[in-house]
């Protein structure tokens, strides 16, 4: 059995934008968590940091290597963590009203995942309200 965590989000801001705060470390250290070494090149390994969780046998990093990096239309990395080996994709689509915004975060295998699945899904959700937020406060491009 393998979940997939799908979400879409309505951004009134050009793909360019977007991209920029899902690709340059300083910007998604403000909404997600602070990657080291990430560049939106394929091939590129990064890590990010995160807090511990020992009762799910994760130690805080999470191990990604970018997979596909098309600016302005589609990022995709992998995510492994703890038992989690999965892959996130970021899908941008230019809108009348700005950009629609999918995440896909693929991968949650068998029942040793399933807490890992509820966990993230619903923290994928906060995080990505976040970005709204920021992105809220600027000028509309």
């Not at 070494?37 to 994760?58: A, E, L, M, R």
């Amino acid at each position: 059995m393998q979940r997939d965590i799908k979400h879409q989000f309505t951004f009134p801001h050009a793909p360019k934008l977007v991209w920029e705060y899902l690709t340059q470390p300083e910007l998604m250290a403000q909404w997600l968590m602070t990657p080291h070494d990430f560049q939106p090149v394929v091939g590129q390994k990064f890590q990010f940091k995160t807090k511990p969780i020992p009762k799910f046998n994760f130690d805080g990093n999470v191990y990604c290597e970018v997979l596909v990096a098309q600016p302005f239309e589609k990022l995709s990395y992998s995510w492994k963590g703890g038992s989690l080996d999965s892959v996130v994709v970021w899908t941008l689509q230019q809108t009348d009203k700005g950009t629609v915004l999918t995440l896909e975060h693929k991968g949650f295998k068998g029942i040793k995942n399933l807490m890992s699945y509820f966990i993230m899904n619903r923290g994928w959700i906060k995080i990505v309200k976040r970005l709204l937020k920021i992105l809220h406060h600027l000028k509309l491009v």
